[in-house]
């Protein structure tokens, strides 16, 4: 029987939902909740699948992991294994995959401020290549490159004045967002120029992100023929062209019944057929990347928690409360975000219950469900979350002084535990005694 929305998922013989061949009521058992789970294979198949439209098209192209999503030592390992590059936006995104020990050419480095300190560390690691954002940025690498005697391989980010917001796509003129080098008020012009004086940076291209969740590739079409609109005038004028095109990440998954993504192929065939298109004259095909983040982990991630405490408020609303919440998955408090859910040790029921999934947060705001059909529920039953890959451990927080559950990665009927459960003795590590603290004169 399949259960999950992505649909690896199956139930044991007691009613349990199982996840990579593992009871999942077991693994709460095991492990403690809340708990991260997540189905490896399910991120294997993803990441074979942007692989193989690529291989399809025969293009030169990497896959680059936006560990933003979900980063911890066994994800980025698992991302190495996959042949999978890596966009990393900080030292400590960066210092997680040196001790993982990615392979530091396929590394990717993003920010819109990276600071001096971070810059050096990827110098001296020797990653593959940085994602400038802005003029500060270029002229610090160039400086700090120099001085250490090296060359930076770079791309600049820049905002080509499309925006994809899920279904729709928005076109500014001058672009409002703090990232990247603005395309139309001529300052990616600019930066190409300046870089053609710097001795400590090799160009290699641009990239470009449009956004998260987008559901369509007409948003990736659109960025495409905007950014060759220029390309071919500089190309006439000083004869530059990209070595490499980033196209960015944000290819949207489904959390609920009502999100319809397509298969990531689709994009991948609609990138590459419309550079194909505007490549004209001498100009070569560049070489293709792309950075998805929740696409690879996603859907292959539930969050298992106990049920709790009820609320019953007649006709109104039944809260069930859970052992777990905004500090485990901020999404729903922050973006409104929509999840579907199951009582874990009831498969074989009828979700006939309406209930609103509460978290243990003292803010009200704090509800990871509202208006959820369940199965009915008492303290005690286990409850999963479904599509809770991305964004939620790498956005979990200690609000309340909660600790940040464990990570278990699940294949082939074997649990992994990749990140322990925080302790209290966790949440006090770096807190010091009152007068400790002062600094004398
Ligand atoms: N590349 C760049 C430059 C990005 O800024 C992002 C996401 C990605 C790639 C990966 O995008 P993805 O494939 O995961 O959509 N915390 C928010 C998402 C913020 C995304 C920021 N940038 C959320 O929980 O929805």
Redesign the pocket.
Known sequence: MIVNLYGTSAVSDEGHLKVGGIDTVQLGKKFGTALYVYDVAMIRDKARAFRSAFERENVNYQVAY?S??FSCMAMIQLAEEEGLSL?V?SGGELYTALKAGFPVERIHF?GNNKSESEIRMALDAEIGCF?VDNFYELSLLEQIAEEKNVKANVLL?ITPGIEAHTHDYILTGQEDSK?GFDLQSGQVERAILDVTKMSAIHLLGL?C?I????FETNGFVMAIEKIYSYLTTWYDAYGFEPEVLNL????GIRYTSEDHPLPVGNYIEAMIETIRNQVTGQMNMPEIWI??????V?EAGLTLYTVGSHKNVPELRHYLAVDGGMTDN??PA??Q?KYEATIANRMNEAKDHLYSVAGKCCESGDMLIWDCQLQRAIAGDTMAVFSTG??GY??ANNYNRLPRPAVVFVENGEANLVVERESYEDLVRHDLPLKQAIISK
């Open positions: 936006a933003k999503a966009d936006v993003h994602v980010r990232f990239h992100h956004g998260s969740q987008i960015g990440g944000g290819f950075e998805p983040g929740r696409s690879l996603g901020l999404r922050l973006y975000a991305a964004y790498s956005m």
